[in-house]
């Protein structure tokens, strides 16, 4: 954005913004955790992405190289994370606190656990619990978690780009001192 166009954007638009922003690199940390964990496994590392590409092409979609319903499976998991992300941006607010949002994400990395097991992967029968095991589906849900609690850091970024302003309480980088220290050259008076 250029200088003109600074403030024009809603404090709750740039909250959303970084919640989508945050939420899609918890799902890009999924993906890598799961990849890893397919390959460990020796199985092919587009199976999960495959897997939930099965919402747009049915069960057919089991096939052990990349392709197109690998892309739709990515496009799918990345939407998702984004919206849960972005919940979780609208939920969480201007909270500053590092360890309540860390829990804040954790726990709403296991409710959005809970709901895809419920709502897809069940579903799915034995083929999501043999190509996506439930261990590896959780830890991957739980590095979500953990990416959430970044969201402060890139409220604070996004707060900075599109509003031109630091987020409340942060102040402009110059050292602040007590009344009763003087300048900042002179020493401080004893007694």
């Known amino acids: 954005m250029g200088p003109g166009k600074q403030g ?28 890893v964990s397919s390959a460990v496994d020796r199985q092919s590392i587009c199976i999960v992405p495959n897997l939930l590409a099965s919402v747009f092409y049915g069960r057919d979609v089991l096939r052990l190289r990349f392709s197109s319903i690998t892309v ?66 959780l830890l991957a849900h739980l590095a979500y978690g953990f990416v959430l609690a970044w969201y402060p850091s890139g409220l604070r970024s996004a707060r900075k780009r599109f509003l031109g302003e630091p987020a409340p309480g942060e102040g402009t980088g110059a050292a602040t001192l007590p009344a009763d220290c003087g300048s900042p050259t002179e020493p401080p008076a004893i007694g």
């Open 8 to 35: 024009r954007v809603s404090p709750l638009l740039v909250r959303a913004l970084a919640g989508i922003q945050t939420g899609v690199l918890g799902g890009l940390a999924m993906i890598g955790w799961l990849s």
């Open 72 to 137: 739709a499976g990515l496009a799918l998991h990345l939407f998702v994370a984004g919206v849960v992300g972005l919940v979780f941006g609208m939920v969480v607010g201007e909270s500053r606190n590092r360890l309540r949002v860390a829990l804040l994400g954790i726990l709403s990395a296991l409710v959005w656990y809970q709901f895809s097991e419920a709502l897809f992967w069940r579903k799915l029968g034995a083929m999501a619990l043999i190509y996506s095991p439930p261990r590896s589906m």
